[in-house]
């Protein structure tokens, strides 16, 4: 198992590394999803026609934009931004692996569990001392199918690498202290009212070149 394309998920999630995406285009999550309330008409409409939330057909055209208040969207915005501030900020010293499990639909956490998933992650932090610490999350897309049933999300996660074994550090040609970007695809389903997540793909860590390489203390 390599820490450079797995260091969170391991066993089952596979790695898939997302392309065409334009950065310029990225909404933070600690962003309020709220409209600019001085944007005139002609600007609103422009940026209606940009959004990131949106609803598509079976063909996977869009065929309607959400509002950024609109339930739906407020409600997996929460359930993705409450993941990735568990996943993202890992700490071989206090990890509880089974935290993230809330989020997760009840089949992917059975599949999770017949894979050993949960005690491979455990161990992989404790044998190397990792601890990761989540600097941004940014938003691509959320894409929610006509039923506003399921949706998928892409995401990316840009992570400090705060502590890690030397020797892993070495043989997987990473950097203690750099910050390295992690692309995501989150597919949920609603479930009696609540969002959960029933997959989730992760690209490999890619090095953010104008990340300083700050080696800061560990707390």
């Given at each position: ?9 391991v ?7 997302l392309?065409?995406c334009?950065?310029n ?6 962003t ?13 409409q422009?940026?209606d026609?940009q959004s990131?939330?949106f ?8 065929i309607?934009?959400l509002?950024s208040?609109d ?11 409450e ?8 700490d071989y ?7 993230e499990l809330?989020y997760?639909a009840?089949?992917?956490v059975?599949?999770l569990?017949?894979?050993g998933?949960?005690t491979a992650?455990q ?12 600097n ?8 929610f199918?006509?039923d ?7 995401t990316?996660s840009?992570i400090v ?12 040609k ?9 692309p995501r695809i ?15 793909e992760?690209?490999?860590f ?14």
């Amino acid at each position: 198992m390599k820490l450079r394309n797995y260091l969170i998920i391991v066993v089952l999630l596979s790695c898939t590394l997302l392309s065409g995406c334009n950065t310029n285009d990225t909404v933070e999550a600690s962003t309020p999803l709220v409209k600019n309330t001085s944007m005139n008409s002609k600007e609103q409409q422009e940026r209606d026609g940009q959004s990131l939330w949106f609803v598509i057909d079976e063909s996977g055209n869009k065929i309607k934009s959400l509002d950024s208040q609109d339930p739906n969207v407020v409600a997996v915005n929460k359930v993705i931004t409450e993941h990735s501030k568990i996943v993202d900020n890992l700490d071989y010293r206090s990890l509880q692996a089974t935290r993230e499990l809330q989020y997760y639909a009840k089949p992917f956490v059975q599949v999770l569990q017949q894979q050993g998933y949960l005690t491979a992650l455990q161990q992989m932090y404790m044998n190397h001392q990792i601890i990761l610490q989540l600097n941004q999350l940014s938003w691509y897309e959320m894409a929610f199918y006509k039923d506003l049933k399921t949706v998928r999300v892409k995401t990316e996660s840009q992570i400090v690498i705060k502590q890690c074994s030397q020797d892993y550090l070495t043989k997987n040609k990473l950097i203690k202290g750099q910050t390295y970007s992690q692309p995501r695809i989150v597919d949920l389903q609603k479930e009696g009212g609540t969002w959960k997540i029933t997959k989730i793909e992760k690209g490999p860590f890619v090095l953010k070149p104008s990340a300083p390489n700050s080696n800061l203390p560990t707390k």
